[in-house]
């Protein structure tokens, strides 16, 4: 190439320099963006199915929380803007298709979206502390008593008084790839390989507690007596009441329904318990049906996988907070595809591994005290 001939040629001089008497060009870096901008070529309904939330929800309230985190000191690198970053991983908690992502963002390789996945979902999960949490003061603690009192509430039936949340597991679907062989602990009882996600749900749909790790084939009730939330109530830091299903014990601070009841009023106690219980099932259709990629199988790192668990359940709650509604209507599930099934399937229900006596004398004491 001839020096009259460079400037037909849109080239920065400093990326011109002489080798060997040659004039050599370098190749300009050229940075990672969006052939398209998202917010301006999707209408808000068709930009909510894709990234979950609504756009002024994600560029003012969910981006500034881990901008910090996403930016770069510098321009090595080809850095990734932190508002594509974000949205490239709210894709693939929509999916957990790394292909879709791809075909969206055609700048950007596997590779990349996996690491952004995971850098993304690191600093969402940092943010558990700020939105996972327990009430912490005494307002929100009678508020939370009053909204589940009346969850029980019914044809002139009371309420079960002092509960401070819903606990129970979730399984969260993974998948094997020939990059990794999933060990048989991980096989849940209806057959799939998964994790054994426990929580502790708010009156409101929240998360107030989330343990993420164990495998699918881990009894509710070990993962509950090796939780950091047991130990909270056994040395009284928390003193109200959880309510759970038969996998766990009864215990002064959890109830359970009674099996084969006999009196009027333990079948009264049990169906105000069932109608008390079930805004869990209604916590884990919701966050699943935003985020697809807990049902559909993460093929991450264990690490990433848990991670990712955590993410969403803060996203979960920030939606919340912000009064970011996902309905049936924004999902894009094709139709015919097989609907998952949030609630618990009537499967033989395990007993829970150890059973306290104490917790059958708090039960009664309850009873007689509820319908005296």
């Known amino acids: ?27 300009p870096k050229r940075y990672i963006r969006d052939g398209q901008d998202p917010f301006d070529t999707y209408s808000n309904h068709e930009f909510k199915r894709r990234y979950r939330f609504d756009k002024e929800n994600i560029k003012y309230r969910i981006l500034p929380k881990i901008e910090r985190g996403l930016k770069k000191v510098n321009n090595r690198g080809l850095p990734i803007p932190p508002i594509q ?8 908690y929509g999916t957990a298709n790394f292909q879709l992502i791809l075909d969206d963002t055609l700048t950007v390789s596997q590779p990349t979206v996996s690491r952004t996945v995971f850098r993304v979902s690191k600093l969402l999960a940092s943010l558990f502390n700020e939105y996972i949490k327990m009430p912490s003061t005494e307002k929100d603690r009678i508020e939370n008593e009053r909204l589940f009192k009346n969850f029980g509430i019914g044809d002139g039936d009371t309420g079960i008084p002092n ?16 990059f990794r062989i999933i060990d048989d602990t991980f096989k849940n009882r209806k057959g799939y390989f998964s994790l054994n996600v426990q929580t502790v749900v708010g009156p409101r749909m929240e998360f107030l507690d989330i343990v993420p790790e164990w495998p699918g084939g881990a009894q509710d009730s070990r993962i509950f007596q090796s939780s950091r939330i047991y130990k909270r109530y056994c040395e009284h830091q928390l003193n109200g009441i959880l309510i759970g299903d038969a ?7 959890l109830l359970t329904p009674i099996l084969n009841p006999e009196t009027d009023e333990q079948i009264i106690y049990n169906k105000i318990h069932s109608n008390t219980r079930h805004i ?20 991450t ?13 803060v996203l979960h709650n920030m939606a919340i907070t912000f009064n970011d509604v996902f309905s049936e209507e924004d999902d894009e599930l094709e139709e015919g595809e097989e609907e ?22 708090f039960r009664e004491a309850l009873l007689a005290e509820m319908f005296a």
């Open 340 to 361: 998952e099934e949030y609630e618990k399937e009537q499967l033989s229900v395990p007993p829970p591994h150890w059973q306290p006596e104490d917790g059958f004398i």
């Open 163 to 178: 509960i401070d949340g819903i606990i129970d597991c979730t399984h969260v679907r993974i998948s094997t790839t020939k």
């Open 85 to 92: 970053q974000l949205l490239i991983c709210l894709r693939f």
């Open 1 to 27: 190439m001839n020096d009259s001939n460079l400037h037909d040629i849109n080239i920065e001089s400093d990326d011109i320099y002489t080798h060997n008497d040659k004039v050599v060009i370098r190749i």
């Open 280 to 299: 869990i099932n209604r916590t884990y259709r919701v966050w699943k049906l935003r985020f697809p990629c807990l049902t559909k199988g993460l093929t």
């Open 301 to 313: 790192k264990l690490l990433c996988t848990t991670t990712i668990i955590v993410a969403c359940a």
């Open 247 to 253: 996998e766990y014990p009864c215990l002064p601070f």
